[in-house]
């Protein structure tokens, strides 16, 4: 028996004051507001909050960026949001981007499909 969670309700949370560094694989919505380094991979989606510092890669369904310092090149299937007072610095890829006016973003954005299998393991020596 399979219990479905709301659209809304938070699987997990970095809290502000908290640091991780690796990889991230997660189901549901995850919060982070502390501090990541690493890579991030979901089908579903990721918050990052004020007060966040996130340096990586990202790959999720939805990436909302709701404030913090995120060095990262960001992938979704779905979604990009960048919202004041987020500083976003790296490339975005997603169907669909919005930018709220006021985000300080530098890096490159294309909107394009994006597959959850895009990427996911960089080739090696040239391997495709």
Same mark, same amino acid.
């Given at each position: 028996?399979?219990? !479905?969670l709301?659209?809304?309700?938070?699987?997990?949370?970095?809290?502000?004051? *908290?640091r991780?560094?690796?990889?991230l694989? $997660?189901e549901?919505?995850?919060?982070?507001?502390g !501090?990541f380094?690493?890579?991030?991979?979901s089908?579903?989606?990721?918050? @990052?909050? #004020?007060?966040?510092?996130?340096?990586?890669?990202?790959?999720?369904?939805? /990436? @909302? @960026?709701?404030g913090?310092?995120v060095?990262?090149n /960001?992938?979704? *299937?779905?979604?990009? #949001?960048?919202?004041?007072?987020a500083?976003?610095?790296?490339?975005?890829? =997603?169907? #669909? /981007?919005? @930018?709220?006016?006021g985000?300080? $973003? *530098?890096? !490159?954005c !294309?909107?394009?499909? /994006?597959?959850?299998?895009?990427?996911?393991e960089?080739?090696?020596?040239? =391997?495709?």
């Amino acid at each position: 028996m399979s219990l !479905s969670l709301p659209a809304n309700e938070i699987t997990a949370l970095l809290g502000r004051g *908290t640091r991780f560094d690796g990889k991230l694989h $997660f189901e549901g919505r995850v919060r982070i507001e502390g !501090s990541f380094c690493g890579e991030i991979l979901s089908d579903d989606t990721l918050i @990052i909050g #004020e007060g966040a510092v996130v340096d990586g890669d990202i790959l999720a369904a939805t /990436v @909302i @960026i709701l404030g913090g310092k995120v060095k990262a090149n /960001v992938r979704a *299937t779905r979604l990009i #949001e960048l919202h004041v007072p987020a500083e976003v610095s790296g490339n975005l890829r =997603a169907p #669909e /981007v919005f @930018i709220d006016k006021g985000v300080q $973003f *530098t890096g !490159s954005c !294309s909107m394009a499909p /994006v597959h959850s299998d895009d990427g996911a393991e960089p080739a090696r020596d040239g =391997a495709q």
